[in-house]
Every structure is written in structure tokens, then in C-alpha cells.
T-cell receptor
């Protein structure tokens, strides 16, 4: 079973624009992680935010976490065509569960 | 090894046959996960191993699915009497523990014909 829901399911933007993806989840968490997947195969870890953190940055990525609303957002600034991929949030508690993902397309 | 290794990369099998999928995690990682991903869909949790604890099998879709992890390292996911709906990419991941980032293999694409 899946833990969370990503919103939107698909997002199409122009290069240079910012992309925001949202994740909602249902249960308690130790941390929330974001992953990227190209071409439907292995996922790559992007960033981890702990349940006692509210915001985290890594390069062009900014993640926020609101545990009272059980939601997180991933912002990619100044997007590039190479950012085209599917993005998934995952919640870690007893195990690790993923959402359905957001398909991001960045047009050159 | 340098990363998580899964074999085979692709497997085509006839309906009703049994298949075994293998995952070699990163050395020293105590946590190991199996997921299933159908085309264009999210990751469906199957099973989770943590050290020597009893595995969390709550995601296995039926009793045709089983998995084991020998010596706290290599894991095998077995699907008995495969059905067409079992066709998907099966992904394995490992991590130092359940609270740290996970490293994924490239997956096994299973096609049941």
C-alpha cells in the first residue's frame, strides 16, 4: 500500500521557472524523503527532512514539512530540462512508504 | 559492492511458472526493501527486512509472494505460479537503517506472458 499522495500528478513548465510539488501523508513519521526517478528504473535520493525540522535546502531544492497538516512540499528553483523526471515523496517510520509521484516535464 | 545490484535486469516468464528475483544490497546496510512498480505508477511496498528482526510482510499481495534474506545480506523475492498482473518492475533498496536514505537498484522488469 502507498502512504501518501503527490500533487499534482503531472506538471509541465518552461526552463528557468520554479516547480513546486506537494506531498500529503497519513501516519506518524520519523522523517520524510524526496526521490527522483528517470526512465522508470532506480530512484535517486534527493533530500531528507526530519519530523522536527520545518525547512531544508540543498542546492536548487527547498523542502518544507508541516507535521500538523501531514504535508510536505518540494520546490525546484530555476528548473532545467535535465530536471525532467518523476519525483516521489517517502515517509519513514516503521518502514518506508512512497506516494504516487509527480511527473515533471521541463521544456527547453 | 558499490551499489545495490539486482538480477536479472529483465525476465520474461510464462504464466504459471515460478520466478526468483535477486537483490545484493550495499555491504553493511541492515535495512532492505522490496517494491513493485507498474507502468506509470507509484511504488507499492512489498516487504521490509531490518537486521535480524522478523520481516514486515504486510505489503505482499498474496501468498504466492515470498522473500527471504540470508545472512543479513542477499535477498530473494520469489513469485510462485506467476500471473499476468504480476508484470511490473520490481525494485530493491537498502539503507543503513530505516531512518536514513535508501539506495535503489535498477530493478528487474518482469513480464508474464
Amino acid at each position: 500500500s502507498q502512504q501518501g499522495e503527490e500533487d499534482p500528478q503531472a506538471l509541465s513548465i518552461q526552463e528557468g521557472e520554479n516547480a513546486t510539488m506537494n506531498c500529503s501523508y497519513k501516519t506518524s513519521i520519523n522523517n520524510l524523503q524526496w526521490y527522483r526517478q528517470n526512465s522508470g528504473r532506480g530512484l535517486v535520493h534527493l533530500i531528507l527532512i526530519r519530523s522536527n525540522e520545518r525547512e531544508k535546502h540543498s542546492g536548487r531544492l527547498r523542502v518544507t514539512l508541516d507535521t500538523s497538516k501531514k504535508s510536505s512540499s518540494l520546490l525546484i528553483t530555476a528548473s532545467r530540462a535535465a530536471d525532467t523526471a518523476s519525483y516521489f515523496c517517502a515517509t519513514a517510520y516503521n518502514d518506508m512508504r512512497f506516494g504516487a509521484g509527480t511527473r515533471l516535464t521541463v521544456k527547453p | 559492492g558499490a551499489g545495490v545490484s539486482q538480477s536479472p535486469s529483465n525476465k520474461v516468464t510464462e504464466k504459471g511458472k515460478d520466478v526468483e528475483l535477486r537483490c545484493d544490497p550495499i555491504s553493511g546496510h541492515t535495512a532492505l526493501y522490496w517494491y513493485r512498480q507498474s507502468l506509470g505508477q507509484g511504488l507499492e511496498f512489498l516487504i521490509y527486512f531490518q537486521g535480524n528482526s522478523a520481516p514486515d510482510k504486510s505489503g505482499l499481495p498474496s501468498d504466492r509472494f515470498s522473500a527471504e534474506r540470508t545472512g543479513g545480506s542477499v535477498s530473494t523475492l520469489t513469485i510462485q505460479r506467476t500471473q499476468q498482473e504480476d508484470s511490473a518492475v520490481y525494485l530493491c533498496a537498502s539503507s543503513v537503517d530505516r531512518y536514513t536514505e535508501a539506495f535503489f537498484g535498477q530493478g528487474t522488469r518482469l513480464t508474464v506472458v
